[in-house]
């Protein structure tokens, strides 16, 4: 069955690479030299802005403050009255406006709330405020708050810990520790290691790419750059072995033994995740990612693999010697 829906999944993928991106043709490339002075600045900032105007974003904070008046007022402190958006609500960029006098932020963007709302404020203001009007965009945001990344690293280091604790007192099958006789688990641990590294690998060496990403995302690996063709590679592959753990193990344990093994799995990968992502952006991740690798290859080997059956029972068994199933002596 898992193999089945492996094919399906992978050939959806497959499949999904018949979209072909129109390139430019020569005359357009003609036609962009003929663009005025402000449609060439407008195409530069979307280009180093990532947005442009009739952009929606959604409010992630509290608030935000849109000031009324024009933004030589603001900067020349004249009184004006402003307007206030609150959390979840959605704005649209109505217009954006450089302005050189200003030593705080040279850009200023107008935002819409509806027809009757508008006002201004700095880019910087707004982009510590908002978020772009994408789940994928918000899931971004939310996974890469520093307050949710430590809150997560507290909960995952003590959940793990009394979950582990409880399951190396009854022995209980564990990824990485007390493996069932699969490989499709540890894969997991190390596809879910390598990409986080990956992950932190963009941001710092490819950060206008992964902010162009941040801003326009998409799950399509085939519409992208190869090197977040790559990342979302690894995030699909992450689904397929994700479907192939759960069949292994469905097949392998009682159920119960089952939905702790599982647990326990994602809270290991979670760990991974916290742990590469972080440390790569310290270069300390690279070296880290090796040694798991090699821990978890070994391990995996050495205590984990099964390549035995029983004669009598048929049960898997990892050395030769009595069945721990039926007592039965295998030479």
Not at 287 to 293: E, K, R, S
């Amino acid at each position: 069955m898992s193999n089945v829906i492996i094919l399906l999944l992978t050939a959806v993928i497959v499949l999904s690479g018949c979209y072909h991106r129109k390139t430019f043709s020569g005359k357009r490339h003609i036609a962009t030299t003929e663009l005025t002075q402000e449609q060439q600045d407008s195409l530069n900032f979307v280009h180093t802005h990532h947005y442009s105007q009739n952009f929606n974003f959604i409010v992630k904070q509290d608030s935000i403050v849109l000031l009324k008046g024009q933004p030589e007022e603001i900067i020349s402190n004249l009184p004006t009255d402003s307007i206030i958006v609150k959390k979840g609500e959605r704005i649209a960029v109505a217009e954006i406006r450089m302005m050189s006098s200003d030593s705080t932020d040279s850009v200023w963007v107008q935002l819409a709330r509806d027809q009757y709302t508008f006002g201004w404020t700095r880019e910087k203001t707004l982009l510590q405020a908002v978020v772009p009007d994408d789940p994928i965009s918000q899931f971004i945001s939310t996974f890469s708050d520093t307050h949710i990344l430590i809150s997560l690293i507290i909960i995952s280091i003590i959940s793990m810990a009394y979950l582990l604790r409880k399951l190396f007192k009854n022995n209980a099958n564990i990824v990485l520790f007390n493996d069932i006789n699969t490989f499709y688990p540890t894969l997991l641990t190390l596809t879910v290691s390598a990409s986080a590294t990956f992950y932190s690998s963009i941001q710092l060496f490819a950060a206008d790419i992964w902010q162009n990403f941040y801003f326009h995302p998409t799950l399509n690996p085939f519409s992208v750059t190869p090197i977040l063709s790559i990342f979302l590679f690894s995030v699909w592959f992450m689904v397929i072995l994700m479907v192939a753990v759960i069949d292994e193990v469905r097949k392998q344990l009682p159920f119960s033994d089952a939905i702790l093994y599982l647990c326990s799995l994602c809270g290991i990968c979670a760990i991974c995740y916290i742990v590469f992502s972080i440390t790569t952006l310290y270069y300390i991740g690279y070296p880290l990612l090796i040694a798991f690798y090699i821990y978890a290859l070994r391990k995996f080997y050495n205590s984990s693999r099964a390549p035995f059956i029983c004669g009598n029972c048929g049960e898997l068994i990892r050395h030769k010697g009595k069945c721990p199933k039926c007592g039965a002596m295998n030479i």
